[in-house]
């Protein structure tokens, strides 16, 4: 059979550093082939290669990129722009930067299939968002992406992505942001579309129970140099490099449980309800309310760590967004250290900020483009009355970013010159830097490879036993959960449907929905 794409000997540089360097791979029709690797390895670069969509600043200095049999190096602007989206389609790492703010998603998929297709019907854009997994699709491809969920915003990527049945689907971490049920759902979909059109897919991903789940063969990339490719099987089974043994086992070793703090509670939610007003008609007048969170209580201990788990979209965001203050409550109460803190004024609130501090989900819209990594850390610090010289707060940066796997050369730069993952560790090194007493964990190891998410969770554990911390842990990925929570709520529709300990939520779950949960997890081979 004929390769439908081949990567010869591609490198690729920038100001004379060479960041890929001589890879090459064949992908060929129906078959899945996951290029992985940590974050900054030149995996998303080789993506941008192939769909020629390097900045300018990149050079491609040698090798070639054959859709078949034409090279898409030699072809015209023009000529490649009939070839992106509809013979190859490319789903971004990063949804919020990927889609336009200003134009609904229906709008946005509808463009893709009227420059294709030459026609977008509306029946068929809500049938792309109804396949990925978007709840009541004819009503919200209307809507906007702030109005969605960062794994909704993937789901619609994907949508615009599949919209014109290309040849070759390049999905660039398609499942970061996504919690396992919606994971499973999109992997099964990709599966089927692969299979009834000979859909061939380059996978590039850092979770390597999607590797085991869907990949055929798997490149290992590290340094912008592929070390190992192998089919799956064989990779799992028997790695040939050290590196991958390396990544195999950075995995969370199952049956590690964290036991209950039973320290006093730090942080309680009292049916705290968070409530967003429906407005219809010429004098938007209040038509309903959609119910974010609808009456959830729980407690954080101090030094504890709570891991709040549900599907994109069940509020748990929301929650933590409430939490700090960042979305009025419409009912309950939120207490902080003994003192109810919801219904303070943002004036009277300000000192908590110090001693509550955030992670967000997407690290790139958390950060100000203009301001170099240096400024973004120590902005918090001067704007909380962190009080220390000139001299001690720049030792004190440059501990962090090293404690978060940068390099103190990494101050000088803008958040645009760091890969999702790198940016994801500055946001962290940004939160612990004010010596926060709560910290709200925003799915903050979806963008890490790996190896990094296991120093990142061995780092807040660390800053947990050394100063106390608490965490609100909101994630989608349950494999993490063991080894670094003490407690688990799990979260659906605005409501919580089951917490309790670790060990008891995740070997007998009593609830239907966790059962639900734990089923869609990617099971990985115990070989190597």
Same mark, same amino acid.
């Given at each position: ?34 290029? #992985? ?126 919209? =014109? ?8 971490? !398609? ?22 059109? @000979? ?32 089919? =799956? ?31 006093? !509670? ?27 969170? @609808? ?108 404690? #978060? ?6 101050? @000088?730069?803008? !958040? ?19 010596? !926060? ?39 989608? @990925? ?11 709520? #799990? ?38």
């Amino acid at each position: 059979m004929k390769p439908l794409l081949s990567v010869t000997d591609l490198r690729i540089e920038a100001a004379g550093t060479r960041l890929v360097d001589g890879i090459s791979f064949d992908l060929f029709p129906g078959e899945v082939f996951a290029l #992985v690797g940590e974050s900054g390895s030149g995996k998303s670069l080789t993506s941008l290669a192939v769909m020629r969509l390097l900045a300018d600043a990149l050079q491609i200095t040698g090798g070639d990129v054959r859709l078949g049999t034409d090279s898409l190096f030699a072809l015209t602007e023009t000529q490649m722009n009939g070839i992106r989206g509809r013979r190859i389609a490319m789903v971004f790492q990063e949804p919020q930067s990927s889609l336009n703010p200003v134009h609904a998603i229906g709008q946005q998929i509808g463009e893709v299939l009227k420059l294709h297709r030459g026609q977008a019907k509306r029946q068929d854009i809500v049938q792309l968002l109804s396949e990925v997994g978007i709840p009541d699709p004819g009503d919200r491809v209307d809507w906007y992406p702030h109005q969605l969920s960062g794994g909704q915003k993937q789901r619609v990527m994907i949508a615009m992505a599949l919209a =014109c049945e290309p040849d070759v689907l390049i999905a660039d971490e !398609p499942t970061t942001a996504l919690d396992v049920t919606i994971q499973k759902q999109i992997l099964d979909l990709m599966n089927t579309l692969r299979k009834s059109r @000979d859909l061939a897919i380059l996978l590039i991903t850092h979770d390597m129970g999607v590797v085991a789940e869907m990949a055929d063969r798997v490149a290992v990339m590290r340094h912008g140099r592929i070390l190992e490719q192998a089919s =799956c099987d064989d990779f799992f089974r028997q790695p040939s490099h050290e590196y991958s043994l390396q990544l195999i086992h950075s995995l969370p070793q199952p049956g590690e449980y964290l036991q209950e703090s039973g320290h006093d !509670p730090l942080l309680e939610l009292k049916d705290v309800r968070v409530w967003f007003a429906q407005r219809k008609g010429i004098l938007q007048r209040i038509a309903g309310y959609t119910k974010a969170v @609808d009456g959830i209580t729980l407690s954080i201990g101090r030094g504890e760590t709570l891991a709040l788990v549900g599907e994109s979209g069940s509020g748990k965001s929301t929650a933590g967004r409430a939490i700090l203050r960042l979305e009025d409550i419409a009912g309950g109460e939120i207490w902080f250290d003994g003192n109810r803190i919801d219904h303070l004024s943002q004036g009277a609130f300000h000192p908590l900020r110090k001693r509550i501090q955030v992670i967000f989900q997407d690290p790139f819209s958390s950060m100000n483009p203009r301001m170099t990594v240096r400024e973004i850390i120590e902005e918090g610090m001067e704007s909380l009355g962190i009080r220390s010289t000139g001299q001690e707060r720049e030792q004190k940066i440059r501990r962090l970013i090293e404690r #978060v796997g940068l390099e103190a050369g990494h101050l @000088d730069r803008f !958040p645009h010159e760091f890969s999702g993952g790198q940016r994801q560790r500055i946001a962290i090194a940004r939160a612990i830097a004010v010596e !926060p007493e709560l910290i709200i964990c925003d799915e903050p190891t979806s963008a890490l490879d790996v190896s990094i998410r296991g120093q990142v969770l061995e780092l807040l554990q660390e800053l947990q036993n050394e100063m106390g911390l608490s965490y609100l842990f909101i994630t989608h @990925d349950l494999s993490i959960i063991p080894h670094l929570a003490h407690r688990v709520a #799990v979260m659906r529709q605005g409501v919580i449907v089951e917490q309790g300990d670790t060990r008891a939520l995740m070997t007998a779950p009593q609830h239907e929905y966790t059962q639900h949960l734990l089923a869609a997890v990617p099971v990985i081979p115990q070989h190597a």
